[in-house]
């Protein structure tokens, strides 16, 4: 049997986990940056209209991003990692979940991780939205208001926790059963 170096599946894979979704943790990362440390003034000036500018982008792009992650993680890398072995097949490195489920050891991966892994992405592509459309509706009230931009910070931090959390979750699956 001949071994590729990358697979249609771990292409994929790798355009989901490093390309995807760690664009997005960065984006995510930048916009929390950008919300708590820039500020504008009372009557914005041309300086504060590229702040928020930058602001908005950042917001949107990292919702973007991260929209693009859960798709493609749910409707593309999720289904190889579910398929179902022929009966009596010895060899699962082909199938992730069984060969996940099939050690006690590593069954928590399934049992829990790749549980979690379904949810609490889509979770976090909501909070950058909601993020990313208060950036967009309150503009320069982000940089100005304290509430607004509390927020925004609550939003985007808890984002930024559940996607780290779900990244690290899916680098101990791949580990123990990548897809080829």
């Not at 991966?109 to 909601?130: G, Q, R, S």
């Not at 509706?137 to 930024?160: E, G, K, W």
């Not at 559940?162 to 580990?175: D, E, P």
């Amino acid at each position: 049997m001949e071994t590729m170096l990358f697979t249609p599946d771990s292409l994929w894979t790798m355009v989901h986990g490093i390309g995807l979704g760690g664009g997005a943790m960065l984006g995510l990362f930048a916009a929390l940056f950008a919300v708590r440390t820039l500020t504008v003034d009372a009557e914005p000036g041309p300086s504060a209209a590229a702040q928020v500018r930058s602001m908005g982008w950042l917001l949107v792009g990292s919702a973007l991003l991260l929209w693009a992650t859960v798709i493609i993680g749910t409707y593309v890398i999720f289904p190889p990692y579910r398929a179902t072995p022929p009966e009596g097949l010895t060899d699962l490195s082909q199938y992730p979940r069984a060969l996940i489920r099939s050690n006690p050891g590593t069954a928590w991966l399934h049992t829990y991780a790749m549980e979690t892994k379904e949810h609490v992405p889509w979770i976090a592509a909501m909070l950058a939205t909601a993020g990313a459309f208060i950036g967009l509706r309150y503009r320069s009230a982000v940089l100005r208001d304290p509430q607004v931009r509390n927020i925004v910070t609550a939003l985007l931090a808890t984002c930024f926790v559940l996607v780290a959390y779900a990244a690290i979750l899916g680098v101990f699956v791949n580990k123990v059963a990548p897809l080829d």
